[in-house]
């Protein structure tokens, strides 16, 4: 006889009994040993400013939240429209630029269709392809992690459904040239490029849109913005892919809180966007303070984060050495990254404690 157990795993689809997930970054809440306040988060590029002022007024000011949001978006994506220049009917906001990617997923695949992944990448690109059934097709970056153009290309299947592309690229900060996007573009697959750290390095592909048909460019309120917490981000899309992203996506995806917060956020914008000019300084000089070392072989970064190889001791156990001391930063064992840690850029006095942390526990790394 089987276990209760057993019995309620035959009804789950077999590839999910096998998928192991995504790994998260670690949560406050689950550290004891170092008092809330003073825990430097530097693992997941949140923003070190948090939101603009007016958001938390705004959210605390708000009555109705007993009424459903507006499903259609109107008003959201006026706003976006706006603040890209892209028009709206380009544009399908969601609980974050994760779920859009989802929904296009969702929408391009059949079971077993391939999208190709430029490893090392961000792993939600891997992670949702498998959830929604897809096969990933694995193109390794260049020595410099930059994208493999003839490569991709000679990977394209007539089951090729997508080309993922982070640009700059996560974890390893660099950029892409819009050159080699247009590359893309012209093999005529749709080719999605993720923006997340946009407003930290500058180029755009989103111009284009309204030119390629086969363009998506996915956005985020979540880094540049603060908004992590409350999950917004947005596609900038061909009309007929957003058409139908409309009609598949959950009607009420968008929760208010989100809508008013980036309401307010855009209307704040010089004042964020100032933050974003904080940021930036702070990433170039914590660069040179990390070279300065010795000991790490870093990355220049276009994005709100560095990442760095450990020339001697090891990434995972420096990383649970500044957790000790209340600093979270991420480390990564996959192929190309191996020995690597990521740091978000922080705030001065951030980068002050971390630096003198990494001094201190330099006598304790091993080849
Ligand atoms: C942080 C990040 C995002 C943001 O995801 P949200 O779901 O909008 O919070 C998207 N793409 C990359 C590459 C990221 O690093």
Excluded at 113 to 129: G, L, Q, W
């Amino acid at each position: 006889m089987p276990g209760p157990e057993e019995n309620i795993k035959r009804f789950i689809r077999p590839d999910l009994l096998e998928l192991g997930g995504y790994a998260t970054h670690t949560s406050p809440d689950t550290m004891r040993e170092v008092p809330p306040e003073k825990i430097i988060k530097i693992d997941a590029n949140e923003n070190p400013y948090g939101v603009s002022p007016g958001v938390r007024q705004a959210l605390g000011a708000y009555k109705d939240w007993n009424i459903y949001p507006d499903a259609s978006q109107t008003k959201l994506k006026a706003l976006l429209e706006e603040y890209t220049g892209v028009a709206a009917e380009n544009i399908v906001a969601a609980n974050g630029s994760g779920e859009v990617l989802d929904e296009i997923l969702r929408l391009l695949l059949d079971p077993g269709d391939e999208v190709i992944n430029c490893v090392p990448t961000f792993d939600m690109y891997r992670f949702r392809t498998l959830v929604n059934r897809g096969k990933v097709t694995m193109v390794p970056r260049k020595a410099d992690f930059g994208v493999d153009i003839p490569a991709i290309k000679g990977a394209l299947t007539p089951r090729t459904k997508l080309i993922i592309l982070a640009n700059p690229n996560n974890p390893t900060g660099n950029a892409t040239l819009p050159g080699e996007i247009t590359d893309l573009l012209n093999t005529g697959i749709p080719a999605l490029v993720d923006e997340a750290y946009h407003e930290f390095g500058g180029e755009t592909v989103a111009p284009l849109v309204s030119k390629y048909p086969n363009l998506m460019v996915l956005r985020t309120f979540s880094k540049w913005a603060g908004l992590a917490g409350l999950r917004i981000g947005y596609g900038l899309l061909p009309a007929e892919i957003a058409r139908y992203l409309m009609l598949i996506k959950l009607p009420y995806n968008v929760n208010l809180a989100a809508q008013l917060a980036v309401q307010q956020s855009l209307s704040e914008k010089d004042y964020l966007l100032e933050n974003v000019r904080a940021i930036i300084r702070e990433r170039d000089s914590m660069f040179a303070e990390l070279q300065t070392l010795g000991w790490l072989e870093v990355l220049p970064s276009q994005a709100n984060f560095i990442f760095a190889f450990l020339q001697k001791g090891n990434a995972r156990e420096l990383c649970l050495e500044l957790q000790k001391k209340g600093i979270l930063v991420r480390y990564f064992n996959q192929p190309r990254l191996q020995n690597g840690v990521r740091f978000s850029v922080g705030r001065p006095d951030q980068t002050k404690v971390l630096i003198a942390a990494l001094n201190e526990l330099e006598g304790s790394l091993h080849d």
